[in-house]
């Protein structure tokens, strides 16, 4: 697949930022440490500055991953009402429904995580390609056992 | 010599060294489980691999699809059994794949031979599996290759994988392994792509056994573990939940096992383990992005929150019935005194009884006692994997001190740790170096302290002048190498031994020594079945107990009413009732199912213990278990509660069917009024028993398993009892002159 290797490349090489935002990451923590968090606005103020840190430090593919996986939990939540209003008739294919969101969601998360580059100490042997591979052969096992399940 | 232990040279002289130990350790299982070939020939043994082979046979000869739907309609006679989606098909596949293989590489290999050979050939992957596992545990080289040794002969696995042996175990224990190996490398490298590997041989092993629960349940324990010693980390998120999301869906496309992963307790661990971990992975993430401390700590008791919830709510599952609960099979390991008095179609298999002590070291040898030494070197470096192995061996160690059959589980646990104590001796004593002049002189202060005590004690202690002494000492290290050695060469010699004599004997042909040391073979098993095979009509039904229902499937080729897959209870105990009355209630039952033969196994005449007398108690109780009132098991106990069949057997016992059809005729073999019962040890009574409803159809030579045809309904609608006083010449009284009171005829 090398069109996939093409996109990857800079990919990675757009990281190397993400890397620099981690390091102030670490650092600042001790900038807002005045906050009480007794009150319920303080609590909001917190969710408020999470949000905040989320948009501007996290970088373009890592948002586009998560747009992803809340598209996938929509619908596995959507399949889930469907299911609970309508019944659960033909139950194989509810399970082959729900648990492709599932495990797509799953996959999805761990592809996060392994080229989340404050991981590194702990994917040392994968790197962010491999990690790709991996979920792309990881998809492509979960999707044969769904089609298959489905009927 | 330098030169073969460094550089490039070197590590190819390893790798082929390693190699050749591990196709030699290959070559040592496969050719230790052939004792049973050599000696007798090429068959199956035991019950169950009879089905198994029977099945196989049908993939082989009608493709995957019909198989995949097969309805067996001779066996449990009246209902029939949907085959293929009551059974694990891995092992079949399996064997029709290897038969398909080398038809294709042209090399036509009968398919009983095949499945004969299956077995030795898994063990010897088996070894394989276990190199690789050990291989992760430990970072010693020779830690590997002696698990593969130990687990290639040890007697543990043999007992199920003797050529022959073609029972689920046979493939299972190798994906067992292989499984384990595979998450093991997932969790350390925490890569999506042996998560889903382990998935999928995960899947492989649901479909070849039963005993896919304990991975199911130990996977997630370990997990589970982890996350309360505080080691989770992402690695551990992404190997679990990849291979839960794929195995699940994998294991599912089994027919027999179906919706069971979500609707059974015995695989709520694994899901409650997933749903927490998507938790603690959220909730690490966010805290991460958190300014304050107070606020961690209220997310850790949210997560501690939302888990007993959970927890709660499946709970409240479980209770309402949306969960089915556990079932009794594995019930009855937790609670032990569970399937004797609810089951007693489960307490009434040996292989279900406690194991004891004498068993540990007769399949384990010398490893039983250095298995707990490598548990305990496994907490010493206690890392990720060390944990599972830590899980592994306290589960299964108690699981099979509960039930004699699982000792196969425990088998590889034992070979693991086994060799990573041995391992670590080994390369403590052969490979220490003595700490050289040098290295002490680093340490300045000890070097004074020892010269100090040298100026003091100059020709004092031994010790104080030569500070070097113990284990570098050639003598210490060539003690404790000649004993480990001494060891393994007895192990070896106790597994030959065992296997030669305790594990390769096949149950179908009884062998046993002349009185000038030649061998005797005792073939009734087969000459009977194939007496049914030749003369009986193809559609006869053969009502036998049934453990020899698949005995009679695979070898006669008849219909059978219950065999060994023993899921409908109640059609046993209508066996276990006809089997168990007299011949006026036993008749209408046989006649309902269309019974045309009875086979009842004997061994009174040759001191056969494991004949259908010493069972006939389980025919009863599972019986009573239906129905109570009709058949009582104190019956048939005499007024002082013994079992026996002499002149003091309770008339219950003598009006037994059973009893009747073991000992018909039994008193014309002997000189009047001395018949003998060898296996209970007790004279018979004088006057044999009378049938009335069946009739002798064949006895085998050694009296071992005996046939009767059931008599068809009689020609002038006389029961069968006064039909046959009247052809003895019992006259009838003459009845005319005293009628009995009138009764209207209604037809």
């Known amino acids: 697949m090398p069109p996939r290797k093409r996109e990857q490349t800079p990919a990675t090489s757009s990281s190397s930022p993400a890397k620099a935002s981690t390091t102030t990451q670490a650092a600042r923590p001790s900038t807002p440490s005045k906050k009480t968090t007794s009150s319920s606005s303080s ?91 991996d979920f792309i052969f990881g998809s492509m096992l979960l999707h044969f056992f769904c089609v298959n399940f489905i009927n | ?89 891995g092992l079949m ?3 029709g794949v290897i038969y398909h293989f080398l038809r294709l590489i042209s090399l036509p290999v009968d398919i009983r031979n095949i499945c004969v050979l299956l077995a030795p050939g898994f063990s010897g992957l088996t070894a394989y599996a276990t190199y690789l596992l050990t291989s992760e545990m ?91 010693m505080g080691r989770y980390s992402a690695r551990l998120y992404v190997s679990y939940t990849t291979w839960y999301a794929i195995g699940t869906l994998a294991s599912m496309q089994i027919p027999f096992v179906g919706f069971l992963p979500i609707r059974s307790s015995e695989h709520m661990s694994a ?82 009884q406690p194991t004891a002590w004498p068993a540990f070291f007769f ?43 699982l000792m196969l589980t425990l088998t590889p646990v034992v070979c693991v740790a086994a060799a990573m104590a041995l391992s670590q001796i080994l390369d403590i004593y052969l490979l220490a170096e003595s700490p050289s002049e040098g290295s002490q002189s680093l340490d300045s202060a000890d070097a004074t302290k020892a010269a100090a005590a040298t100026s003091l004690l100059s020709d004092g202690l031994r010790s104080t002048t030569k500070p070097i002494v113990g284990v570098y000492s050639y003598m210490s290290k060539a003690t404790i190498v000649v004993c480990s050695t001494i060891y393994l060469l007895i192990f070896v010699a106790h597994c030959t031994w065992v296997t030669s ?131 009582k098991e104190r019956d048939f106990f005499t007024a002082r509660g013994e079992y026996r069949i002499d002149d003091e057997a309770t008339p219950t016992m003598k009006n037994s069917l059973m009893y009747k059809m073991s000992y018909y005729n039994y008193n014309s073999m002997f000189p009047a009024g001395q018949a003998q019962d060898r296996v209970r040890n007790s004279k018979l009574p004088a006057q044999g028993p009378e049938l009335s409803t069946v009739e002798e159809a064949f006895t085998s030579e050694n009296w071992i398993i005996r046939i009767y045809k059931v008599k068809d309904l009689d020609n002038f609608g006389r029961d069968h009892s006064n039909a046959v006083a009247f052809d003895k010449g019992h006259k009838k009284k003459k009845a005319a002159k005293r009628r009995g009171p009138r009764s209207l005829r209604l037809e």
Not at chain 2, 6 to 33: F, P, V
Not at chain 2, 201 to 211: H, I
Not at chain 2, 324 to 343: E, M, N, V
Not at chain 2, 516 to 530: F, K, L, M
């Open chain 1, 43 to 133: 609590a909001q103020q917190i969710v408020d500055g999470i949000w905040k840190n989320y948009v501007t430090k996290t970088p373009q593919r890592v948002k586009l991953l998560d747009a992803f996986m809340a598209f996938l939990a929509a619908v596995g939540a959507l399949q889930f009402v469907y299911c609970v209003i309508v019944g659960n008739f033909p139950f194989n294919a509810f399970l082959a429904g729900f648990s492709s969101t599932v495990g797509q969601f799953v996959l999805t998360a761990s592809l996060r995580m392994q080229t989340n580059p404050e991981n590194r100490k702990e994917f040392k042997s994968i790197s962010d390609e491999r990690a790709f591979a």
């Open chain 2, 1 to 89: 010599m330098d030169a073969l232990l460094q550089g490039d040279a070197a590590k190819n002289t390893r790798t082929l060294l390693r190699a050749i130990i591990l196709l030699t350790i290959a070559g040592a299982a496969i050719s230790s489980r052939l004792f049973s070939v050599i000696r007798f020939e090429s068959i199956i043994h035991e019950f169950d691999p009879w089905f198994n082979f029977r099945a196989t046979k049908y993939l082989v000869q009608h493709g995957f699809e019909p198989f995949w739907n097969w309805f067996d309609d001779r066996t449990w006679h009246p209902l029939g059994r949907v085959t293929g989606g009551t059974l694990y098909p």
């Open chain 2, 93 to 95: 596949v399996t064997s």
């Open chain 2, 138 to 228: 430990s970072t010693s080289p020779s830690a590997g290759l002696l698990a593969a040794a130990f687990m290639g002969i040890t007697p543990g696995y043999i007992s199920r994988s003797v050529a022959g042996s073609y029972d689920n175990e046979a493939i299972a224990i190798f994906l067992l392994v292989y499984t384990f190996y595979l998450w093991i490398k997932a969790v350390k490298e925490g890569s999506v792509m042996w998560g889903a590997l382990a998935a999928l041989f995960y899947g492989y092993m649901v479909s070849a056994w039963g005993g896919y629960v304990f991975i199911t349940n130990l996977l997630p324990l370990h997990a589970f573990v982890l996350i309360c």
């Open chain 2, 271 to 352: 899901l409650g383990v997933f749903g927490l971990l998507q938790i603690v992975g959220f909730v690490e993430y966010v805290r991460l992005q958190l300014p304050s401390k107070q606020f961690q700590t209220l997310l850790r008791s949210l997560v501690l929150l939302i888990f007993l919830v959970s927890l709660g709510g499946l709970v409240l599952l479980t209770v309402s019935g949306v969960i089915a609960p556990w079932t009794g099979r594995f019930y009855s390991l937790w609670d032990t005194g569970y399937a004797k008095i609810h089951i007693p179609i489960i307490a009434s298999v040996s292989e279900h």
């Open chain 2, 363 to 405: 399949d384990l040898n010398f490893l039983i006692w250095l298995f707990p030494a490598g548990v305990y070197l496994c907490f010493r470096t206690l890392k990720d994997e060390h944990v599972f192995i830590v899980i592994y061996a306290v589960l299964s160690s108690y699981f099979a001190g509960v039930m004699v059959r």
């Open chain 2, 501 to 631: 004599n305790a594990y390769s004997s096949p149950s179908v042909v009884l062998a046993s020594k002349l009185p000038d040391g030649s061998q005797h073979i005792i073939d009734d098993y087969r000459e009977a079945y194939y007496w049914l095979r030749q003369n009986t009509p193809r559609n006869a039904k053969i009502m036998s107990w049934w453990d020899y229902g698949y005995q009679i499937g695979g070898m006669a080729d008849r219909p059978t009413l219950v065999d060994n897959n023993t899921w409908n209870n109640t059609h046993i105990a209508t066996v276990g009732k006809a089997m168990s009355s007299r011949e006026e209630v036993s008749y209408p039952i046989m006649r309902q199912h269309e019974v045309d033969y009875v086979l009842v196994v004997f061994g009174g005449l040759l001191g056969y213990s494991g004949d259908d007398i010493n069972k006939f108690l389980w025919m009863v109780r599972i019986a009573e278990g239906i129905w109570p009132d009709e058949v």
